[in-house]
């Protein structure tokens, strides 16, 4: 599988790069053949690369509860972006059907009922039309610490691996440029919606996967144009950094 030279990627210390390449080869080499194996065999952008010149996909998803572990999806949303330029027709979303109940306290957030989630496809067709959406793209997603840990619990169900993903978490970034301004970071202020005020962008409809993919695409762009009108701010500035690639 092609991976960057450590000297592309000064995001990554060499051996976590090392470290990092390994894993998702060894998960491309267990997944079985379909979307998830193409996507983790897709070359990754060099970290020195112009945010304008990399592609992006903004995910979000509606669970049954933050539990991974114990929770299911429910709904996939994403939209494409061409550095930060959002591609409305690649704009997509699929209803996962539940294989249980759905709790009242989580329908209530995101509307969706068990007569609706009835009528969705299952959740590995749901991941197989998600993987394929983001071979070749940086993952972009809002609080992205528990997209990741819900689309790796389920790769894990079902194919036994856990992709390895390479994200921006427009929470992190948000949070990071606040500090770097000297500016206090609200209890309550890191919210989607509540930073997109922020940043003057119009409110859409909360906890819906696709209107959630398109607000996290949005404030993305709206991070990066402070760091460069021209998106010009290199891909390792805004790499959000779990453990695994250290």
Do not use: K
Not at 58 to 81: F, N, R, Y
Not at 128 to 134: G, H, K, Q, S, T
Not at 138 to 157: D, T
């Amino acid at each position: 599988m092609p991976c960057p030279r450590p000297e592309d990627t000064p995001w990554v210390h060499p051996i976590g790069h090392w470290r990092f390449c390994h894993r998702r080869q060894r998960a491309a080499q267990h997944a079985p053949t379909g979307a998830l194996r193409a996507c983790l065999g897709s070359p990754l952008p060099s970290a020195r690369q112009a945010v304008a010149d990399c592609r992006f996909l903004a995910v979000d998803l509606e669970t049954t509860g933050l539990d991974p572990e114990h929770d299911a999806i429910l709904s996939i949303g994403w939209v494409a972006m061409d550095g930060v330029r959002i591609d409305l027709s690649t704009a997509d979303q699929r209803l996962v059907r539940a294989d249980c109940p759905v709790p009242e306290q989580s329908a209530v957030i995101h509307r969706i009922t068990d007569r609706e989630a009835a009528g969705g496809t299952t959740v590995d067709s749901a991941l197989d039309a998600l993987f394929e959406a983001l071979q070749g793209r940086v993952l972009v997603a809002h609080h992205a610490a528990l997209e990741l840990g819900f689309l790796e619990e389920a790769c894990h169900r079902l194919y036994g691996v856990r992709p390895p993903l390479p994200v921006v978490d427009t929470l992190r970034l948000a949070e990071r440029q606040l500090r770097r301004a000297g500016r206090p970071i609200p209890a309550d202020g890191m919210r989607l919606h509540t930073l997109r005020g922020r940043y003057n962008l119009p409110q859409y409809r909360a906890h819906d996967a696709l209107f959630d993919a398109l607000a996290a695409g949005e404030l993305f762009a709206a991070l990066v144009s402070q760091l460069s009108p021209e998106a010009q701010v290199p891909l390792e500035r805004v790499l959000f950094r779990p453990g695994w690639l250290w």
